[in-house]
């Protein structure tokens, strides 16, 4: 069984989280954490009785009680890089679903990894669907190489563009470079209008309530275009993705970044 404790236990991500650890037979939760913790018993977080763990609100405090081999992290932008650099000091693996990470991170990430000899898994989005829709907008980029991207989150949500729009723009930038797209002598009327800008490829984030993560890539070419979309209709559609993720990081070899990674060598 690996020991698993979930990090932002109260969040909405957390607990799917500890309702999928803990009805695996695999997986053992140990231990919970979040901020904001009035230290409840996990079960009432998942509408079961009580299952013995306590959600803590001191990471070291949880890690040094409960002794996690794996810790999954869906905390905050301006949380996650400090838990995780906690996490790998005391030896634990991080499987990390907190958005918003900047290339120095996952840089430090890597360099972690070496320094206390253990693995680590970044997935911007753990849902196999969503990982298809990259890598086949990674494919059409080949193609069709005039692309823009719309993600449509939540209004909850505190980055933009979303980790999965990031990503998905590294691997057609990947396939097809960077390329100036548009009319060059365009104008924005209000700032913003044509979205954010990654190598060319325009990016546009839906914030609103009744979302919970979609995304569109649309491809332009002569006299058509090309939509790959995907929806998570609910946080569940990322659960078997998080789980596969804890029963495989500690055999990783240092940082893997993209859960296409674990889906690929499965096969
Ligand atoms: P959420 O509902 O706001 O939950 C985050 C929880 O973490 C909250 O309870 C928050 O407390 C707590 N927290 C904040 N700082 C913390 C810290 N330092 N230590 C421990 N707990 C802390 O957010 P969510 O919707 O679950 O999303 C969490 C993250 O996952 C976001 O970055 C989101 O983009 C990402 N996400 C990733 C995927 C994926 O597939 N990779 C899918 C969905 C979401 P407070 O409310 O008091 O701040």
């Not at 253990?118 to 990674?138: C, D, E, H, K, W």
């Not at 563009?161 to 723009?169: C, E, I, M």
Request: hydrophobic residues 45%; negative net charge; proline residues 4%.
């Amino acid at each position: 069984m690996i020991r698993v404790m979930v990090c932002g236990a109260y969040g909405k991500m957390g607990r799917e989280v500890l309702k999928a650890v803990n009805s695996d037979p695999e997986l053992s939760l140990v231990g919970a954490m979040d901020i904001k913790s009035d230290f409840a018993d996990a079960g009432s977080l998942i509408g079961v009785d009580k299952i013995g763990v306590i959600v803590g609100n001191d990471l070291q405090t949880v890690i040094n009680e409960t002794k996690p081999q794996v810790m999954v992290e869906f905390t905050a932008p301006d949380s996650v890089m400090p838990n995780i650099r906690l996490a790998m000091k005391n030896g634990v693996s991080p499987v990390i679903g907190t958005t918003g990470l900047v290339a120095a991170d996952v840089k430090e990430i890597e360099e972690l990894c070496k320094q206390y000899c253990i693995s680590a898994l970044i997935a911007p989005n753990f849902s196999v669907g969503a990982i298809l829709m990259m890598l086949f907008a990674a494919e059409a980029a080949k193609y069709l190489p005039n692309v823009e991207i719309i993600e449509l989150h939540h209004d909850q949500k505190l980055d933009a563009p979303s980790g999965t729009a990031l990503r998905t723009a590294e691997l057609i930038v990947a396939n097809r470079g960077e390329k100036k797209q548009g009319h060059p002598d365009e104008v924005e009327k209000l700032v913003g209008a044509r979205g954010a800008d990654y190598a060319g490829i325009r990016m546009h984030s839906v914030r609103l309530p009744g979302y919970v993560a979609h995304q569109e890539v649309i491809f332009g070419g002569v006299g058509q275009t090309l939509t790959i979309r995907h929806d998570s209709i609910s946080r569940e559609s990322f659960m078997p993705g998080v789980v596969l993720a804890c029963k495989r990081v500690l055999s990783l070899d240092g940082l893997v970044h993209g859960l296409e990674h674990l889906l690929i060598t499965k096969q």
